[in-house]
């Protein structure tokens, strides 16, 4: 694959490699080469100027639901105080409409409740449970609450009923695979209400009011297929419009992708597609009876599709979390991105996918495990992994362009990000960061699904580094420590999976920074040991360097000072041996401090007075002034009370000259 050369920090080496404007080549094994002409631009595009959709029946489910709400519940029968919030469950199969309906009803109710609307999907688009911790931790940043870093599930389900106490917040649990999901979610607030949508009953959840969908009647079918198909169509043969309602048992998943057949096609007429649909041979979508009208209907809509355009949605399986925009569209598939968005486009207007936020897509549920056998049964492997690949890429490319647009306007990074193509560029800091925000959901299983396929290490790595530096630049470290954990676990996965010592040593320090800042300091300072053991088993005096100031950190943290000056005293042999004047100068400095606490002064003062000449020879005027006060206390304690006085001129007139350097550096007057 013939991709523009990038570094592991996400920096383009060179210029974008022949294909489209993006870097992205042809994709090979496509059905045209990866070139769509001009037919299947003009197919696209009419099937994209359908009419806005809205919502059809189930007036009678609507209604039972709210009148749900203001039941009397156990509690209050029994004569007591509700103590969590009403839970509404609407059951069903994919496909059925049960989302639609949890969406209608959240969307009728939320004048209801002030405090917000918040939706999580527990379910991956590969139907593996989403782990509550991260829903958890997704709700709360809605919430505007910041969980610490590592937090396990228990504590951020605590911190979560805290945050929703005295509020009334909708919360709408989509794809529920089980009851625990909902328990460990379920808000200790009676103000709250919980919409819950699930395949089945969730057993075990208190006072459950179950709604279980089946087809739409008739006039409401014939409705939603007219959304798709236009009206004309369908109310010059009424007879076959209920016949086409029937023969797809009134699924609107199965109806809305007929009626996208007939929308890009104006000259057929209702009967025709009835024709169509009983002409399909079996399939084992017909063995099951709930599963046949959606099987025949997708077969229908995805056998009269250009192959090119036919294999863009296969490939759209692999979306992370389901979601896609044109980048993703046309990664995968390797054409432009014009081509991407028109194909999302027209894929809408099928009724294939659904329209999101900022252009992006989402892939329906039910579509999924169909759409992920055609995969398995059409592509190649190598040809999946391709496409993965690029897809991967390309998230790595705008990553980077991302972390370019935080920083300052005329730097050399805004020259960079203004070299990049221009379906790339930002247009402004804060464009870049509400993409961040907006697609981090995406991004963060996209890393994740790199690292369980295992098959593309190397871009998993690229992967997480970048989005890394991403959220750094935006967030600042603190901010983005959250997600960073998670991402420091993927790199921590990786590496012991391929066997990677010295990545393995960079992810345990990272994550046991992240564990000290959070107060854990006793699983810090297992991380790190377990940092060190693997920096010296790939002889990495670097990494090793750093595992041992990091024990006699959390040593120092711990107050056990003795301790703390053993390791520090072993990173300093380490420096002393590689020449490192910066690290010499700061582990002096460190070995005097924790010296004091233990009370051992005269070895302070030898510290002290060896960090202020190493800081003399560097150069560093604000270190020198630092080593030189901590001289002065170390001589008072010592008794040299003339000595200290002259160390304590010496470092304020050290500190005047740094903060005069640091002024010119500026540019700032004296």
Not at 154 to 173: I, P, Q, S
Not at 429 to 454: F, H, I, Y
Not at 630 to 651: I, V
Request: a neutral charge; one cysteine or more; charged letters at 25%.
């Amino acid at each position: 694959m013939a991709e523009q050369a990038v570094d592991t920090d996400g920096e383009p080496l060179g210029e974008p490699a022949d294909g489209d404007a993006d870097g992205v080549p042809p994709a090979r094994g496509a059905g045209d080469g990866g070139v769509w002409s001009g037919a299947t631009r003009a197919v696209l595009f009419a099937a994209a100027a359908t009419v806005g959709r809205g919502f059809a029946g189930r007036r009678r489910e609507l209604l039972a639901l709210r009148a749900d709400i203001d039941r009397a519940g156990l509690d209050t029968i029994a004569g007591r105080k509700a103590a969590r919030s009403r839970v509404l469950l609407i059951a069903g199969r994919p496909g059925w409409g049960r989302t639609a309906l949890a969406e209608e009803l959240a969307r009728r109710l939320a004048d209801d409740y002030p405090d917000g609307v918040l939706q999580a999907r527990l379910m991956t688009s590969a139907g593996d449970p989403v782990p509550t911790e991260r829903t958890a931790r997704d709700l709360l940043v809605r919430l505007g609450v910041t969980a610490p870093p590592g937090a396990d599930e228990d504590e951020l389900g605590e911190m979560l009923r805290d945050a929703l106490a005295g509020k009334r917040v909708l919360l709408l649990l989509d794809d529920v695979a089980g009851a625990e999901q909902v328990d460990a979610l379920l808000p200790d607030e009676p103000g709250c209400l919980v919409i819950a949508v699930s395949r089945g009953p969730l057993t075990g959840v208190p006072d459950v009011r179950p709604c279980t969908v089946g087809g739409l009647d008739v006039s409401a079918a014939v409705g939603l297929l007219a959304q798709y198909a236009g009206p004309t169509r369908i109310t010059c043969d009424p007879v076959a419009a209920q016949s086409l309602v029937e023969e797809c048992a009134g699924q609107p998943a199965a109806l809305v992708l007929v009626g996208g057949w007939l929308a890009a096609r104006p000259k057929d007429s209702v009967a025709d597609v009835i024709e169509r649909l009983r002409e399909l041979p079996p399939s084992d979508g017909d063995v099951d009876r709930g599963a046949r009208p959606l099987a025949r209907a997708f077969r229908l809509a995805y056998g009269s599709l250009p192959p090119a355009v036919a294999r863009m949605l296969r490939l759209l399986a692999l979306a992370p979390a389901g979601s896609a925009d044109a980048h993703t569209a046309s990664a995968l598939a390797g054409c432009s991105v014009a081509d991407g968005r028109a194909a999302l486009e027209g894929f809408a207007a099928y009724g294939m996918l659904r329209p999101r936020e900022k252009g992006r897509y989402e892939l329906p549920g039910c579509l999924d495990p169909l759409l992920r056998e055609l995969l398995e049964a059409t592509e190649r492997p190598a040809e999946v992994e391709l496409a993965r690949a690029r897809m991967l890429e390309r998230t790595v490319r705008q990553l980077h362009a991302c972390r370019l647009a935080a920083e300052p306007p005329g730097s050399p990074a805004r020259k960079k990000l203004a070299a990049l193509p221009g379906s790339l560029r930002f247009p402004s800091a804060v464009a870049a960061g509400e993409w961040l925000d907006s697609r981090l959901p995406a991004l963060v299983e996209a890393a994740r699904m790199a690292v369980e396929v295992g098959e593309v290490d190397t871009l998993a790595r690229r992967l997480v580094a970048a989005l890394t530096h991403a959220l750094t630049a935006h967030r600042g470290a603190e901010g983005a420590a959250p997600e960073l954990y998670g991402l420091h676990q993927l790199v921590l996965d990786v590496a012991r999976r391929r066997d990677l010592p010295v990545e393995r040593a960079a992810a345990l320090l990272n994550l046991g920074d992240l564990d000290a800042g959070a107060g854990r300091i006793d699983k810090a300072l297992a991380r790190y040991k377990g940092a060190l053991e693997a920096a010296r088993s790939a002889g990495d005096p670097y990494t090793t360097g750093w595992a041992l100031e990091s024990i006699g950190g959390t040593y120092q943290e711990l107050e056990d000072w003795n301790r703390a000056a053993d390791w520090y005293g072993r990173a300093l042999e380490l420096r002393l041996s590689r020449r490192d004047l910066a690290a010499e100068a700061r582990l002096y400095a460190r070995l005097g401090t924790v010296r004091g606490y233990a009370g051992r002064w005269a070895e302070a003062l030898r510290d002290w007075r060896a960090a202020a000449a190493a800081c003399r020879r560097a150069g560093d005027l604000e270190g020198y002034a630092r080593a030189l006060s901590g001289t002065a206390k170390a001589q008072e304690k010592t008794g040299r009370s003339k000595e200290a006085l002259r160390s304590w001129s010496e470092a304020a007139a050290a500190a005047r000259r740094a903060d005069e350097q640091a002024r010119s550096q500026r540019g700032e007057a004296t």
